[in-house]
């Protein structure tokens, strides 16, 4: 009982909507960073979403503008799929800039492989 | 037969599987996948340049030209102007971020290239030793 419970919710907690996030291999350093990001999703068809919510282009940037109002230390995470196209999460960067926020998170998996970059 | 034999001659309770540790041990993995999921996936940040620079003020210093790594549709790279592949970016900006004081490196990608080409980009770049990666959001 519990453990269907479990097996429906889980996928559930994840913020965002389903992406395949592309692998790097130097992350950044500390993961943890801000806790309750703003979670912007970009999928493989360009739809934008955030939390979980699919929106237009002017929404985002409408809600964005209230997160930055209310709290201005609070992150964009960013995350977008591998097969995206760049030009669908340009405008994404685009409205992050206008709205004044430093910088944005991307949300990657981590690839451990090859240390011969470093040799 | 003795099995037969033993069988008639009376009943023996049926014996049952004890599954309760068994469930222990499933929602103990359960719980620890859950929370190893999530920590699974990484963050990597990157910078977009501050709106309203102030441009064309001073004049551009000759040893102040920025980095630019573009990513072309083909997925092929290029640095400043150079046609640059994959395999050498990391030493050659290495030497490049040497040459110069801040380790800055803007990135630009031309339409039709990949978001996951330009993320591995990007982690090229950091590798070469690129502290702060900008992007840029005007394609021009």
Known sequence: MLLIIFMVVT???????AVELP??????ASAEGQMSPIVV???????????????????LRARLREVRDADPERAVLLKGDRSASFDGVRPVL???QDLGFPGASLQVGERKDTDEEKR | MAFEVAAGKGRRPRPSMNVTPLVDVVLVLLIIFMIVTPLLTK????????????????PPDPSHVPVVLTLRADGSLRLNQ????AAELGRRLERVFAARGDRTLFFDAEPGAAYGRAVEAMDLARGGGALTIAVLTKSN
Not at chain 1, 11 to 17: D, F, I, N, V
Not at chain 2, 82 to 85: A, N, R, S, V
């Open chain 2, 43 to 58: 963050r990597f940040w990157v910078h977009v340049p501050v709106k309203d620079e102030p441009t064309e003020s001073p």
């Open chain 1, 11 to 17: 996928p559930q907690l994840e913020a965002g909507a």
């Open chain 1, 94 to 96: 685009e409205v992050v």
């Open chain 1, 41 to 59: 999703s970009v999928t493989n068809r360009g739809a934008i979403y955030v939390e979980r919510q699919p929106v237009a282009l002017d929404t």
């Open chain 2, 82 to 85: 150079e046609t640059i592949g």
């Open chain 1, 23 to 28: 692998s790097v291999e130097n992350p950044d």
